[in-house]
């Protein structure tokens, strides 16, 4: 099928449904899904930015704005739907979020033509500024780790004090022994 303007194929509605459910299911399973505006990338350097993301267990996908209208329905991405408009490249993060969002950023300090628009990481839509602010936090790992730091303190502390107390008792009843053994007996 060709248009009738000069020769470009025409998308059959059968692709175009394909490709909405397509989107719909990569915004359906990944965790975090950043809305991009990739005007002015160069071949090569969307592809060193897909290798990047990658990296992290994302993916970066250019689409068209009313096929992802569509496959946004019905899926957590659907309050950033506005969003959807100019040039736009979503990245999917399949992984941890915060990865995926520091991993983004640092490409945009390097080049400034990539543009974040908006992110909806785990169902909750974020500002620029506010995926800045998550992308320094410490990786989901490393809050685990911190975490179990913290409870394992406690724990540590509480364990050091009984052996403690258990070695006293022991020192007590083994004076009383020998106490009681000079003594005689009695």
Do not use: W
């Not at 496959?71 to 999917?92: C, H, L, R, W, Y």
Request: hydrophobic share 40%.
């Amino acid at each position: 099928m060709v248009s009738e303007e000069g020769g470009t194929p025409l998308i059959t509605k059968q692709k175009k449904s394909k490709q909405i459910d397509q989107i719909s299911e990569k915004l359906m399973n990944a965790k975090a899904v950043i809305l991009t505006e990739y005007k002015g990338l160069t071949v090569s350097e969307i592809s060193g930015l897909r290798l990047k993301i990658k990296e992290t267990g994302g993916e970066f996908k250019v689409v068209k704005n009313t096929l992802a209208r569509i496959a946004a329905k019905q899926t957590p991405v659907e309050s950033a739907i506005d969003f959807f408009n100019g040039p736009t490249a979503i990245v999917f993060g399949y992984g941890d979020p915060i990865a995926i969002a520091k991993k983004l950023l640092d490409f945009t300090s390097e080049n400034e033509k990539l543009k974040i628009k908006t992110g909806v990481i785990e169902g909750k839509v974020y500002t620029v500024e506010e995926i800045k602010a998550l992308s320094t936090l410490p990786s989901r790992t490393a809050l685990y780790s911190m975490l179990l730091g913290a409870l394992q303190y406690p724990m540590k502390g509480f364990a050091l004090t009984l052996r403690s107390t258990i070695t006293q008792l022991y020192y007590a009843l083994e004076s009383l022994k020998n106490k009681k053994e000079q003594s005689g007996g009695n």
